[in-house]
């Protein structure tokens, strides 16, 4: 069955770095749209980037661009996420998630979804 497993999430202070991982198993990896997702405690799960499957195109979320990096890596099956310049406002779950449509902003449109890693900055 497809299994989407996040690492790498964490504690760090505002202006510091964290890199997420996303390691994908049982689907064809370079087929699919990856993408990552935030979910903060009582708001609904928000777009943060997306990576085609060739990994030529990437698109990021106004509120993280300049300040996040995704990229991927098909050979290992692995999707990850540079977060520099960490704000307090970046505090929640993460998810990657893989689609193989057209919208890639969209949470519906995924088809697999891990089950999240926490991040907290604090100020």
């Known amino acids: 069955q497809v299994q989407l497993v996040e690492s790498g999430g964490g504690l760090v202070q505002a202006g510091g770095s964290l890199r997420l991982s996303c390691a994908a198993s049982?689907?064809?990896?370079?087929?699919?749209?990856m993408g990552w997702f935030r979910q903060a405690p009582g708001k609904e799960r928000e777009f943060v980037a997306a990576?085609?499957?060739?990994?030529?195109?990437?698109i990021y979320a106004d509120s993280v661009k300049g300040r996040f990096t995704i990229s991927r890596d098909n050979g290992k099956n692995r999707v990850s996420l540079q977060m520099n310049s960490l704000k307090p406002e970046d505090t929640a779950v993460y998810y990657c998630?893989?689609?193989?449509?057209?919208?890639?902003?969209?949470?519906?449109?995924?088809?697999?979804w891990g089950q999240g890693t926490q991040v907290t900055v604090s100020s």
């Open positions: 998630a893989a689609e193989r449509g057209t919208d890639w902003t969209k949470p519906a449109e995924y088809d697999y």
């Open positions: 049982g689907l064809t990896f370079s087929s699919y749209v």
């Open positions: 990576i085609k499957w060739s990994g030529s195109s990437t």
